[in-house]
């Protein structure tokens, strides 16, 4: 696995109320106590920077960066854990052991939603990228329902795509840079396998892949539609699956991206021209993930006295 130059970014000292080094007089190991749980797992375990992303990326997307996320469903109540798209969501063990640590140290002093931005950050460094700098000073939210669940899909047009990240404050760049977050994880085969046999119906394989690719999937995924839990994966990046870079983009300019969503971004006019970019800079690639990663992580935060701080992210605080 070859080596990859790792980048520190600057942000500006606030941003959305968040705080650079928010816990220094509060907690001031709890940047490192997170880390140290990332880095263990990490050793033994690389693709949970694909995780923590997606997590991070589902949390954000439905009530804001509030750890909704991973509050568990009741018998009376399903939480976002419960919709769908969440099923395949993964890593809340690691949540669970930074905030067991982080309570040992510095007790209902550090958020659950912090801590994913955190532990995401510190996989996207440990996987080859960009090193940014996290405010903080977010607080966990009190609410958590299926129902509120709507994310950008796997088969959405660039239009559709674009509607969800600008109802989020994000822009056209952003949306193209934050997918750029493919280029490390896996997606299941019933994600994407129309694209293989019956294209929206069409009956033929999807025109825009790769042939030489979609051999390879149907030995992969095979010919018959399995249960979530059964299903096969294939990477997203088929050529550096577990090195953060921007060898995504040069994937989707060979027609080898993996879901509909992905090879459309290089098919629309509206963001070829973005893929080109990122695929021939990919300095210039991890700059702006950065600042998208940052701009992500402050969306419809709780700050100052909304929400609660919770001791088990799983579980709203008690009423006191």
Do not use: W
């Not at 705080?19 to 690389?46: H, W």
């Not at 509607?163 to 750029?180: H, I, Q, R, S, Y």
């Not at 977050?181 to 694209?195: L, N, P, Q, W, Y």
């Not at 963001?271 to 080109?276: A, E, F, L, P």
């Amino acid at each position: 696995m070859k080596l990859l130059l790792m980048f520190l970014f600057f942000v500006p000292l606030v941003l959305a109320d968040l705080q650079l080094g928010f816990y220094n007089s509060t907690c001031p190991q709890a940047e490192s106590i997170i880390r140290a749980v990332v880095q263990k797992r990490f050793k033994s375990d690389p693709s949970i920077t694909a995780a923590l992303l997606r997590m991070h990326f589902h949390d954000c997307f439905v009530r804001g960066c509030d750890a909704s996320i991973l509050i568990d469903s009741t018998k009376n109540a399903s939480s976002e854990k419960a919709a769908g798209p969440n099923l395949t969501v993964r890593g809340f063990e690691i949540i669970d052991e930074a905030k067991a640590s982080l309570e040992r140290q510095c007790p209902s002093i550090v958020s659950c939603a912090d801590i994913i931005t955190l532990a995401t950050k510190d996989a996207v460094v440990l996987a080859g990228g960009p090193n940014y700098a996290v405010p903080t000073g977010r607080r966990d939210g009190l609410v958590s329902n299926e129902l509120d669940v709507n994310l950008p899909g796997p088969t959405d047009t660039i239009p559709q795509a674009f509607d969800a990240f600008t109802a989020k404050g994000l822009t056209l760049n952003d949306m193209v840079t934050l997918l750029g977050a493919h280029t490390v994880g896996v997606a299941h085969c019933g994600f994407f396998r129309d694209r293989l046999f019956n294209f929206q119906g069409t009956g033929a394989p999807d025109p825009s892949m790769d042939p030489i690719l979609r051999a390879r999937l149907i030995r992969i995924c095979g010919t018959r539609s399995r249960p979530l839990s059964k299903d096969p994966t294939a990477f997203l990046d088929q050529n550096t699956s577990f090195i953060f870079d921007n060898q995504y983009y040069n994937q989707l300019l060979m027609k080898r991206g993996i879901m509909q969503i992905d090879q459309e971004l290089s098919l629309d006019g509206s963001t070829s021209g973005i893929v080109s970019s990122f695929g021939s800079d990919g300095a210039g690639f991890l700059t702006k993930f950065a600042n998208a990663m940052v701009k992500l992580g402050s969306i419809e935060v709780l700050v100052g006295n909304a929400g609660e701080i919770r001791k088990n992210c799983g579980v709203f605080n008690p009423p006191v």
